[in-house]
């Protein structure tokens, strides 16, 4: 193609691109005069502008020349564009200096439920607690040198939130919520993100035990002076009696006492206790727990035992594993259960009959056949009362992810150890290393080699091997989180550096005014098993002082003496909401973290008032919440707890509202 070709053909090109301009600003015109005819006499005069500007444009394109190049149609719509993208460039920019809060409940739904789908339902959702909001506070506290995270919701850019505060509305629960929901205007309007939460006296406990008292992380843990390469003198009896399968409790068996630590088991390098899961751990492990909550299916489960002792160093240790197969329900349901003592003994194995019939036997997976099941009359209430015959009231079960076991056999049980939890390879507390891979590296053995599916002895007995593997080396042994790697058998050197840099506190435990031989006091007892605060704790307040955080609470004098007389704490005792409204206005302003509480509708609970009165003082507490909210600095972080109440007449749940406040 020549030069005059293509000159030629660039000079159509231009002038096909002109024309096609031209007709669009004609177009453009005539919607305009259109939209000119119903135009208001006040805003004629911009759109007169507008048009004036359209036909310049157009003037000037053709009737310039080709050295000329005219503002065009395209260059005024290029020039909005340029517009419209520094505005959204200023405007992420100012929203990256902004901290933003969500809720993560499909994460968490991924993370304790193995086959989640892609609908989300309730059933999914762990049950979530005041705790849980003490895990955001001090996420938003520490940062990135928070131990815990927050497991249901996502706090972004913690460093840009300005202030804390918490209110606590006693004595409310999501029954209000749902039968006078126009008298909690504020909460509805501002608080968009929002998650039901366990009522904490269900386990004998309050909201502000629960967000002020933080346990000591386990790294912070002293490791056991004792290791594997100390000789132990041997005085274990050769001729000790095998222990039989009779129905003889377990606990009267003789414990014999480490000879470098008495108070430690014979065989053990440091405290059995220690590798008991947490509440905290309970909860994210999904393990059953004795509270009501609409969203978890315990509903006929049993416990272990009626009443349990307190546990120690020395409480005999059980394995539990069991079989499943699916049934017409499409539930997974037992068909084998299988327990194994310390000295590798079976001291249980049965066969389970479901009550559903079976329609997929999972031969490969649990060894199941029709064959076998076919004369089994074994049922799941008999496996629950041979199993509260066999453990002793001080036992402590292990077993490999045990909390699907115990939802197998529909029961409770306080004090577990999981060789999935006290094992990690890969660094993360969500991914497991399965049963097999940690029996072959650990205890040296190879376990569900057959193609006839497991067995539930051999996977008991796996475990227990597991966990006294780990008691005779140290606490980190195995666990690439707490510093462990592959092929160290000793614990770190200078242990005691390991010290936790804040001040213990002894917990001083509150007795209820209750007879000790009530079943009231009974129930409390057990509940207290499985959420027992320990003995010590450190104070949150001391968290937010070696943060420079200031701090203040309005609340009750109980509340004051227990967690507000140190730390620098401004505390300030209030007998009325109003008077609490008041003070909190002020200090939200002056302070990193307030916390106050609302305890007007208390009287109300027991139906001594009549429902517009409860009404009514619902509104005024709302009112109050949205005033001092008006008051907060921007960016702070807002949390508003309902606690929910003991009430065996209604729902106990309560629910958590959080917002940034903008």
Same mark, same amino acid.
């Given at each position: 193609?020549?030069?005059?070709?293509?000159?030629?053909?660039?000079?159509?090109?231009?002038?096909?691109?002109?024309?096609?301009?031209?007709?669009?600003?004609?177009?453009?015109?005539?919607?305009?005069?259109?939209?000119?005819?119903?135009?208001?006499?006040? =805003?004629?005069?911009?759109?007169?502008?507008?048009?004036?500007?359209?036909?310049?444009?157009?003037?000037?394109?053709?009737?310039?020349?080709?050295?000329?190049?005219? =503002?065009?149609?395209?260059?005024?719509?290029?020039?909005?564009?340029?517009? /419209?993208?520094?505005?959204?460039?200023?405007?992420?920019?100012?929203?990256?200096?902004?901290?933003?809060?969500?809720?993560? *409940?499909?994460?968490?739904?991924?993370?304790?439920?193995?086959? %989640?789908?892609?609908?989300?339902?309730?059933?999914?959702?762990?049950?979530? %607690?005041?705790?849980?909001?003490?895990?955001?506070?001090?996420?938003?506290?520490?940062?990135?040198?928070?131990?815990?995270?927050?497991?249901?919701?996502?706090?972004?850019?913690?460093?840009?939130?300005?202030?804390?505060?918490?209110?606590?509305?006693?004595?409310?629960?999501?029954?209000? /919520?749902?039968?006078?929901?126009?008298?909690?205007?504020?909460?509805?309007s501002e608080f968009q993100t929002h998650i039901d939460i366990v009522n904490p006296s269900q386990y004998a406990k309050t909201v502000p035990t629960e967000l002020f008292c933080i346990l000591p992380p386990q790294q912070q843990r002293i490791l056991?002076?004792?290791?594997?390469?100390?000789?132990?003198?041997?005085?274990?009896?050769?001729?000790?009696?095998?222990?039989?399968?009779?129905?003889?409790?377990?606990?009267?068996?003789?414990?014999?006492?480490?000879?470098?630590?008495?108070?430690?088991?014979?065989?053990?390098?440091?405290?059995?206790?220690?590798?008991?899961?947490?509440?905290?751990?309970?909860?994210?492990?999904?393990?059953?727990?004795?509270?009501?909550?609409? @969203?978890?299916?315990?509903?006929?489960?049993?416990?272990?035992?009626?009443?349990?002792?307190?546990?120690?160093?020395?409480?005999?240790?059980?394995?539990?594993?069991?079989?499943?197969?699916?049934?017409?329900?499409?539930?997974? !349901?037992?068909?084998?259960?299988?327990?194994?003592?310390?000295?590798?003994?079976?001291?249980?194995? +049965?066969?389970?009959?479901?009550? @559903?019939?079976?329609?997929?036997?999972?031969? !490969?997976?649990?060894?199941?056949?029709?064959?076998?099941?076919?004369?089994? +009359?074994?049922?799941?209430?008999?496996?629950?009362? #041979?199993?509260? !015959?066999?453990?002793?009231?001080?036992?402590?079960?292990?077993?490999?992810?045990?909390?699907?076991?115990?939802?197998?056999?529909?029961?409770? $049980?306080?004090?577990?150890?999981?060789?999935?939890?006290?094992?990690?390879?890969?660094?993360?507390?969500?991914?497991?290393?399965? *049963?097999?891979?940690?029996?072959?590296?650990?205890?040296? !053995?190879? &376990?569900?080699?057959?193609?006839?599916?497991?067995?539930?002895?051999?996977?008991?007995?796996?475990?227990?091997?597991?966990?006294? $593997?780990?008691? #005779?080396? $140290?606490?980190?042994?195995?666990?690439?989180?707490?510093?462990?790697?592959?092929?160290? +058998?000793?614990?770190?050197?200078?242990?005691?550096?390991?010290?936790?840099?804040?001040?213990? &506190?002894?917990?001083?435990?509150?007795?209820?005014?209750?007879?000790?031989?009530?079943?009231?006091?009974? &129930?409390?007892?057990?509940?207290?098993? %499985?959420?027992?605060?320990?003995?010590?704790?450190?104070?949150?307040?001391?968290?937010?002082?070696?943060?420079?955080?200031?701090?203040?609470?309005?609340?009750?004098?109980?509340?004051?003496?227990q967690f507000g007389m140190d730390n620098g704490v401004v505390a300030i005792e209030s007998d009325s909401d109003k008077k609490t409204k008041s003070l909190v206005k002020s200090h939200v302003q002056f302070h990193d973290f307030v916390y106050c509480?609302?305890? @007007?509708?208390?009287? $109300? &609970?027991?139906?001594?008032?009549?429902?517009?009165?409860? =009404?009514?003082?619902?509104? #005024?507490?709302?009112?109050?919440?949205?005033?001092?909210?008006?008051?907060?600095?921007? @960016?702070?972080?807002?949390?508003?707890?309902?606690?929910?109440?003991?009430?065996?007449?209604?729902?106990?749940?309560?629910?958590?509202?959080?917002?940034?406040?903008?």
């Amino acid at each position: 193609m020549t030069i005059e070709n293509v000159l030629k053909t660039m000079t159509t090109k231009r002038d096909f691109r002109v024309e096609s301009k031209k007709r669009k600003a004609a177009a453009f015109l005539q919607l305009v005069k259109k939209e000119d005819e119903e135009t208001p006499p006040d =805003k004629k005069n911009k759109t007169e502008e507008s048009k004036t500007n359209v036909e310049n444009g157009i003037e000037t394109s053709s009737g310039s020349s080709k050295n000329e190049k005219p =503002k065009n149609f395209q260059q005024m719509a290029e020039d909005e564009l340029l517009k /419209l993208r520094q505005a959204l460039r200023e405007r992420q920019k100012a929203s990256m200096e902004k901290p933003k809060v969500f809720l993560t *409940l499909e994460e968490l739904a991924k993370e304790n439920t193995p086959n %989640f789908g892609t609908d989300l339902k309730d059933e999914d959702i762990p049950p979530l %607690f005041v705790s849980d909001v003490q895990s955001l506070i001090l996420f938003a506290v520490q940062g990135s040198a928070c131990k815990i995270k927050p497991r249901w919701c996502k706090l972004l850019r913690c460093t840009k939130v300005a202030s804390i505060v918490v209110m606590v509305m006693n004595g409310v629960s999501n029954t209000e /919520l749902e039968k006078y929901p126009d008298s909690f205007s504020t909460l509805r309007s501002e608080f968009q993100t929002h998650i039901d939460i366990v009522n904490p006296s269900q386990y004998a406990k309050t909201v502000p035990t629960e967000l002020f008292c933080i346990l000591p992380p386990q790294q912070q843990r002293i490791l056991a002076k004792s290791s594997v390469e100390k000789k132990k003198p041997e005085t274990k009896n050769e001729e000790e009696p095998e222990a039989s399968k009779s129905d003889e409790p377990p606990e009267e068996s003789v414990v014999e006492e480490n000879p470098l630590h008495p108070t430690f088991h014979q065989d053990d390098a440091f405290s059995r206790t220690s590798l008991l899961l947490s509440t905290a751990q309970l909860m994210q492990e999904k393990y059953p727990l004795p509270v009501q909550y609409s @969203n978890v299916r315990t509903l006929n489960f049993k416990f272990t035992k009626e009443d349990y002792a307190p546990v120690d160093d020395k409480s005999p240790m059980f394995a539990l594993d069991c079989e499943m197969c699916l049934t017409v329900s499409r539930q997974l !349901e037992l068909t084998r259960v299988s327990v194994v003592n310390e000295k590798l003994e079976t001291i249980y194995d +049965t066969f389970v009959k479901p009550f @559903n019939r079976i329609i997929n036997y999972l031969t !490969e997976f649990s060894g199941i056949t029709k064959a076998i099941m076919d004369p089994v +009359t074994t049922r799941l209430p008999d496996v629950q009362k #041979k199993i509260q !015959e066999l453990l002793p009231a001080n036992a402590i079960l292990c077993g490999q992810s045990l909390g699907g076991d115990l939802r197998a056999i529909k029961m409770y $049980h306080p004090y577990v150890i999981d060789t999935s939890c006290i094992y990690n390879l890969s660094g993360r507390t969500s991914m497991k290393t399965g *049963l097999k891979k940690l029996t072959e590296m650990f205890v040296k !053995e190879t &376990i569900q080699a057959g193609t006839g599916g497991h067995d539930s002895v051999e996977d008991a007995t796996a475990t227990m091997k597991l966990v006294q $593997h780990k008691l #005779k080396h $140290h606490l980190n042994y195995g666990d690439v989180r707490m510093g462990w790697t592959v092929g160290e +058998t000793k614990p770190e050197e200078n242990p005691e550096e390991k010290v936790s840099e804040f001040k213990l &506190i002894k917990m001083e435990e509150t007795e209820e005014n209750v007879d000790p031989d009530s079943q009231k006091s009974h &129930i409390t007892a057990r509940q207290n098993a %499985f959420f027992k605060m320990g003995k010590y704790f450190y104070s949150m307040f001391e968290v937010l002082q070696k943060y420079r955080k200031t701090a203040a609470m309005v609340t009750d004098q109980a509340t004051i003496n227990q967690f507000g007389m140190d730390n620098g704490v401004v505390a300030i005792e209030s007998d009325s909401d109003k008077k609490t409204k008041s003070l909190v206005k002020s200090h939200v302003q002056f302070h990193d973290f307030v916390y106050c509480s609302f305890d @007007n509708y208390l009287p $109300h &609970i027991n139906g001594e008032t009549t429902q517009e009165k409860a =009404k009514h003082c619902l509104e #005024k507490m709302d009112k109050r919440v949205g005033k001092i909210l008006k008051n907060v600095k921007q @960016n702070s972080l807002v949390i508003v707890i309902v606690p929910g109440r003991t009430d065996p007449e209604w729902e106990n749940a309560g629910t958590v509202f959080v917002k940034i406040k903008e």
